[in-house]
């Protein structure tokens, strides 16, 4: 996922698309465990969108709070 198409997101699609990753990523490692993993590089692929989707959370948060202080 890229960052453009993450930063035109809002935050409550932001915090589905992060559920939805979270989840296939606990699938991703079921399936690493029993061996069943066929594709292992999309483990790392899906652990880089969580961490782009919460930076992305947090740069909104961080912007809300400036507008509100003035």
Known sequence: MKMSSIHEMN????QEELLKNKN??????FQH???QLENPMRM????????RIKTAIREKE???QEQAIG
């Open 24 to 29: 296939e990523l606990f699938n991703l490692r």
């Open 62 to 64: 961080i912007a809300q």
């Open 11 to 14: 935050q409550k699609e932001l």
């Open 44 to 51: 790392k692929d899906v652990k880089r969108d969580i961490a």
């Open 33 to 35: 465990v029993t061996g």
